[in-house]
């Protein structure tokens, strides 16, 4: 009986996502069709290129691995009640802080990774904790803040990497740091493929998170802000710590974000690397289709880098243009918070809302 | 060079205008209730439909009404979501500024076979307006005249905005529906509608801003042109309190701001810096807003969903 | 026999729902009729029926002898009937007339002519004898001010017929007789009025004619002459009301002591102005006053949730001012808040997450700050159990719970925590007969164990059943502290509106 309801609930909460990523492909589907090609095929095209062969899979999850944690930083804050839009600042400091100290700070390998990490994770995390005691302090809204200090963020690492810090090395004088000692890389999972240690990094914390918002009192307390914040000071939870710590962790995971891809990917901080693919809204929008639930963040996020990874072996393979991809996304979520239900339980719903409010 | 001359005036005045048109409509559509996040999508949709218009028809005028229809269909398709939907308008934004993204970007090869940026010779950008007396006088005359009509355009539609506002009933019952809505439904103010009237004429506002990115000064589209233009839009919007002579303020401090930072360049200073300007001078000007709560619940920082 | 207005078997049903249930009125040209009953018992959806805000599944509405249709509240006003909702619907920005013509503003040259509309509040303001300043900002308006604006717009828009949806809920006893007299004069002048109560002594002073409902259905139609409270309560609530727990007497020693408790004001004016008061143990202490006059505040101050500029709150031995709220109810404090939506849960949360508010910080229920779900629901069961709290499952929506059914919640959670000390908030606001009986009885039941309750409550009869001594607040003061044996209404009346 209550196992039976728990799965009507877990069906009752997919249909909404699924409603959306069928209007997605719809939608796909007639751009598909009006540069003349073939939609099954082209969708056949990109599957494969997402999840065709161990390598493209492996691809998928390397391209993933960035996005899951944006995605679990913008879900603790989400949960909480806020809305950090700041997640690509916070990944770009927290990059640029962790490949400097894994370039600066002396030592073994695994002391340079664990500076790097500690060095990402405060970067994010510090930067984000600015918008939050702005928010609290000051009143500054959070949902604009957090964008401007985007911008400030992004110039700010390029500045750093384009002069102080900047790769003199090479012949051409690119913005990005030097190149990191192999000591402190992140290892690869699988020789010659590119999914990094970083991607078992996401995973342990989306179960970690999941954990945490779930089964403990941190958890309740984030969730209770988030659902209703008088609720919350009423009960005697603290608003206003609760608050700068998510944005804390928040800022932080997003650095972290970063963090790996320069541990395990670029083994530099290339200006752009970060900016240039839209990790940070695509983190964005995994939390959103998910509900900011840590595990389905991690499951959306892997399903939008497919629909990146494959959308790149559609373009390499027929005249599709690549860009099918963001319209694809962009749909999806236009459409996940969209009322579209069917009819019979929106009447049982009202009916028992009157009755409530009778 | 001096730091401030003439011609920063003039540039400063000439690059308001789309953060002006842009934030114009953000607070329309903010008093009927929506937060419009979706500025930038909208600007961007609007700057590309108006090169499309202009290289199919050959005309200027075509390809600014082209640039204001394109618009006005994101922007449909956004209160599809927000209001008849009830999506979370927040997210229905973000959304919008996704998907033109890749819909320009998609446009860009399935129409002109081209990637990163299209432009061609032929197409014509906009005039430039001399206004015959105004034109003779000394200084004033170089920083009025001269601009694009959309520049003006701009102007005035911050003027009639505001008479809009306060002084027709259809204005006033705008501004009802934003304050509170159930109260306006429960009156049989036709309020969906105003809220869908609102969100055209944001998508108008917004198309011309577009056009005038794209046909203003070189008559060309390139990807992702907005440049966060419709961000800056959104925060001048709710610097000015959706008020419009309030907007023409905060518009006036950013393009200030954006032509200073342009200028600063020649001063040897790390172009990071100068064009880090605009957004640390906005955090600084956020803390001097008053009534800073008011805005707050319109953009439902309460909870995502 | 002609009828301005006749609904006849009118049934609505939502899904297997059944709210309406063949329900019949009628009404005369200067007839006052009350629609009575409990919480739920369908007076609002039948309201919202007639002004078009919901469609009926079957029935007819006869309007002047025509069969009409409302598809909405437009059509509605259109045909002359016209409502004043119990939450209000003002625009608190814009002035009284702004608010009373909105939807049929006056025109000049298409333009808002802002001073014809001033100048025919005026007009309707004499000719009703309803007093309103025509460019006082709504907002800043009272209470009772903004009923006036309200009665005034169904009026402006040329109703017949007004429907008054709980008026008196809101108002202060002299407001509440204004109240009563302009229905009269509008009676007399021609207008219908539909009134909809659970007050029944209001409704013995100005009703023609009483419709009562329980549980969708109609239980009784009578003429005023014909029919005493009594009577009407029966119908109301289908069986006699339960007599309260006999009070023990207690003298127990101070237990909340508030001293020279000073918030400050926007203006010159404090919120709370060098205010004292003591809770005993054993006793239940009521306070009495006009909404706005500081009670609010006053709560507030005493469980943290707002900062005081002067004065001390000490609970026993512990001292409150400027610690924590989750410190004060450590210190053996409880809440029960005056909105239950705003402050005492999570319309979001589940039934089980609004009930672990605090709990979840017990040692019981908290393992290493893992909270023990397993043991936390078989209490969460019992409060279910013993307050009849009907909820479909503990992972229900609290907000999905009826207003009456969360309410018991968050009285079972408050009187859960065993407190020594309970604030009460409007402890009944918006439930049912049923569960005010419950409420009444756990508090009372409270007391006589030598817990100490403050109660706050717009409803005179609650302070006058429940308290043992009560305080009247005006302009964030104490003015006066009545014994329980020489309170009445009238006294407190008086006292509330600033009279001696």
């Known amino acids: 009986m209550n196992r039976k309801r728990k799965l009507q609930q877990l069906l009752k909460s997919l249909v909404q996502p699924l409603t959306a990523v069928l209007i997605g492909l719809l939608t796909g589907a007639v751009a598909i069709s009006l540069v003349g090609a073939s939609v099954l095929e082209t969708y056949k095209v990109m599957w494969d290129g997402a999840f065709g062969n161990f390598y493209f ?105 384009s002069h102080p810090f900047q790769d003199k090395s090479g012949s051409a004088a690119l913005a990005q740091t030097p190149m990191i000692d192999q000591v402190a890389w992140l290892p690869k999972l699988f020789p010659g493929m590119s999914v990094h240690m970083g991607f078992v990094i996401a995973i342990v914390l989306a179960i970690i998170l999941f954990i945490i918002l779930r089964f403990t009192s941190a958890g309740y307390e984030v969730r209770m802000l ?21 944005m804390f962790f928040s800022g932080g995971i997003a650095g972290l974000a970063g963090t790996v891809e320069v541990l395990g990917s670029q083994y530099r901080y290339v200006e752009g690397s970060l900016t240039v693919p839209g990790y940070a809204w695509t983190g964005l929008m995994a939390a959103l289709l998910a509900n900011s639930n840590p595990l389905g963040t991690a499951v959306a996020s892997i399903l939008l880098a497919a629909l990146q990874t494959g959308a790149m072996g559609m373009e390499r393979n027929t005249e599709v243009p690549l860009e099918i991809a963001s319209v694809i996304q962009g749909v999806l979520i236009l459409f996940v918070t969209a009322k579209i239900t069917m009819n019979w339980w929106k009447v049982k719903k009202k009916g028992r809302d009157i009755h409530g409010a009778a | ?61 075509v390809a600014v009404l082209t640039g204001a229809l394109g618009s006005v269909l994101v922007s449909l398709l956004f209160g599809l979501a927000a209001i008849r939907l009830k999506a979370n308008p927040i997210v229905a934004g973000i959304a919008i500024n996704f998907l033109v993204l890749g819909l ?16 061609d010779k032929n197409m014509e950008g906009l005039p430039k307006l001399d206004i015959p007396v105004i034109e003779g006088i000394p200084v004033v005359g170089k920083l009025l005249s001269g601009h694009s009509p959309l520049v003006y355009i701009a102007f005035l539609a911050a003027i009639l905005l505001y008479i809009f506002f306060y002084r027709t009933v259809t204005g006033f019952r705008v501004l009802a529906v934003g304050k509170n809505e159930a109260a306006a439904r429960s009156l049989g103010l036709k309020v969906t509608l105003l809220q869908y009237g609102a969100i055209v004429a944001c998508g108008i506002l917004c198309g011309l801003a577009g056009a005038q990115l794209s046909l203003g000064q070189v008559t060309m589209f390139t990807e992702g042109m907005t440049a966060g233009r419709g961000f800056i839009a959104l925060v001048a919007m709710m610097l000015g309190q959706s008020h419009p002579i309030g907007i023409v303020g ?56 | 026999m002609t009828y301005v207005l006749e ?17 019949s009125i009628h009404l005369k040209k200067g007839e006052v009729l009350a629609i009575v009953g409990e919480n739920g018992a369908g007076k609002t959806t039948l309201m919202r029926m007639l002004y078009g805000l919901e469609q009926p599944t079957s029935g007819e509405i006869i309007l002047n002898g025509r069969n009409v249709k409302f598809s909405g509240p437009l ?27 909105i939807g049929h503003e006056p025109k000049r040259n298409g333009f808002f002519n802002r001073k014809a509309a001033a100048e025919k509040v005026k007009e309707l303001s004499d000719q009703y004898k309803i007093n309103v300043n025509p460019l006082k900002k709504a907002g800043d308006c009272s209470i009772g001010e903004q009923q006036r604006i309200e009665i005034l717009k169904v009026l402006y828009q040329g109703a017949d017929i007004i429907i008054l949806d709980e008026p008196t809920a809101v108002l202060t006893p002299l407001e509440v007789e204004e109240l009563l007299k302009t229905i009269e004069f509008l009676a007399l002048q021609g207008k ?79 919120i709370l102005d060098d205010l004292s008061l003591t809770v005993h143990r054993g006793e239940i202490v009521g306070i009495a006053g006009v909404s706005g006059n500081g009670q609010s505040e006053l709560i507030l101050a005493i469980t943290g949730l707002r900062k005081i500029d002067n004065g001390s709150i000490r609970l026993g031995e512990t001292i409150l001012d400027g610690t924590s709220v989750a410190n004060r109810r450590s210190a053996g404090l409880a809440h029960i808040p005056e909105d239950r939506y705003l402050w005492g849960a999570a319309k979001e949360a589940t039934v089980e997450e609004t009930g672990l508010m605090g709990y979840y910080r017990k040692k019981t229920f908290n393992q290493s700050s893992f909270i023990r779900l397993n043991g936390f629901r078989e209490l969460l069961k019992g409060w279910i159990d013993r307050f009849e709290i009907k909820t479909p499952s503990l992972d229900e929506k609290s907000g999905n719970l009826s207003g009456g059914n969360l309410q018991k919640l968050i009285v079972a959670r408050e009187l859960g925590f065993e407190t020594d000390f309970l604030i009460a908030a409007e402890p009944t606001r918006g439930v049912d007969i049923g569960a005010m009986e419950y409420i009444h009885e756990a508090i009372i039941e409270k007391r006589n164990n030598g817990d100490g309750v403050l109660l706050v409550s717009s409803e005179l009869t609650e302070i006058l059943t429940l308290s043992d001594r009560i305080a009247v607040m005006y302009e964030g003061k104490i003015v006066d502290i009545l014994n329980r044996k020489e309170a009445t209404e009238e006294k407190l009346s008086v006292l509330m509106a600033g009279g001696n």
């Open chain 1, 57 to 161: 899979v492996t691809a998928t999850f390397a391209r993933a691995t960035p996005i899951i944690l944006i995605g679990l930083g913008l879900a603790i804050a989400f949960r909480a009640g806020v809305f950090n839009m700041g997640a690509e600042g916070q990944m770009v400091l927290g990059a640029v802080s962790a490949a400097l100290a894994a370039l600066y700070v002396p030592g073994s390998g695994i002391i340079k990774i664990l500076a790097a990490l500690a060095a990402g994770f405060l970067a994010g995390g510090l930067w984000s904790l600015l918008a939050g005691w702005m928010e609290t302090r000051f009143k500054v809204q959070l949902l604009i803040s957090t964008l401007l200090l985007n911008y400030v963020a992004v110039l700010f690492a390029g500045y750093l990497v």
């Open chain 1, 226 to 246: 988030g659902y209703n914040p008088f609720f919350a000071e009423y009960g005697g939870i603290n608003k206003i710590k609760v608050l700068l710590y998510s």
């Open chain 2, 1 to 61: 060079m001096e730091l401030l001359d003439l011609s920063f005036f003039t540039s400063a005045i000439r690059m308001i205008s789309p953060i002006l048109l842009a934030a114009l409509g953000g607070a329309l559509c903010a008093r009927v209730g929506i937060f419009n996040v979706g500025l930038e999508g909208l600007i961007l949709a609007g700057a590309f439909s108006a090169i499309v218009g202009n290289y199919y028809s050959g005309s200027v005028l």
């Open chain 2, 104 to 119: 320009t970007t998609f446009g860009l090869r399935a129409i002109f076979d081209v990637k990163g940026a299209f432009y």
């Open chain 2, 250 to 305: 905060s518009s006036l401090l950013f393009g200030l701001m954006d032509a200073l930072s342009i200028r600063l360049q020649g001063f040897s200073m790390p172009t990071q810096f100068t064009a880090m300007l605009p957004y640390i001078i906005t955090i600084f000007a956020m803390f001097f807003l008053k009534d800073r709560g008011a805005d707050s619940q319109l953009s439902g920082q309460q909870s995502s969903r």
């Open chain 3, 7 to 23: 609904m006849k078997e009118m049934t609505k049903k939502y899904g297997e729902f059944l709210a309406n249930d063949k329900i």
């Open chain 3, 75 to 101: 059509d509605a006003i259109e045909n002359g009937i016209g409502m004043v909702h119990q939450h209000f619907m003002l625009f608190s920005d814009f002035t009284v007339t702004e608010n009373i013509v």
């Open chain 3, 192 to 270: 219908s009025i539909i009134l909809i109560t659970h007050k029944l002594p209001e409704v013995m002073k100005v009703a023609d004619q009483i419709t009562v409902l329980r549980n969708g259905r109609v239980t009784g139609n009578v003429l005023k002459q014909h029919t005493d409270v009594e009577q009407l309560a029966t119908l109301m609530v289908g069986r006699e009301l339960q007599k309260l727990t006999q009070r023990v007497q207690l003298d127990g020693e101070p237990l909340l002591v508030v001293d020279n408790l000073t918030i400050g004001g926007k203006e010159e004016k404090p």
